[in-house]
């Protein structure tokens, strides 16, 4: 149902949106902590949330700033 929303969403804002790039991030999340999770899925997603957000938001803007570090968290877990 969350990924119908971002499907949506970004359809409707379009992807380079910055809701549009939150939504995305959080639905990487929510398929990192699901029971029985593709947790490397929801890391090259996350992944690629944070290279377009550098690209469309900036590498200093705190959105891009907080994704980035919760992806640094993944990568050292």
């Known amino acids: 149902m969350y ?3 971002v499907t949506v969403g970004t359809q409707q804002l379009g992807a380079d949106h910055q809701m549009a790039l ?4 959080s ?3 929510m398929r990192h ?3 029985g999770a593709d947790r490397s899925a929801a890391l ?3 992944t690629a949330v944070v290279r377009d957000m550098e690209r469309v938001l900036g590498a200093a803007h705190p959105n891009t700033v907080s994704t980035r570090r919760l992806l640094d968290q993944w990568t050292a877990a």
Do not use: D
Not at 22 to 25: D, E, H
């Open 44 to 46: 090259e997603e996350l």
């Open 3 to 5: 990924r119908q929303a």
């Open 27 to 29: 639905l990487a999340v």
């Open 33 to 35: 902590k699901r029971p």
């Open 22 to 25: 939150i939504a995305r991030g």
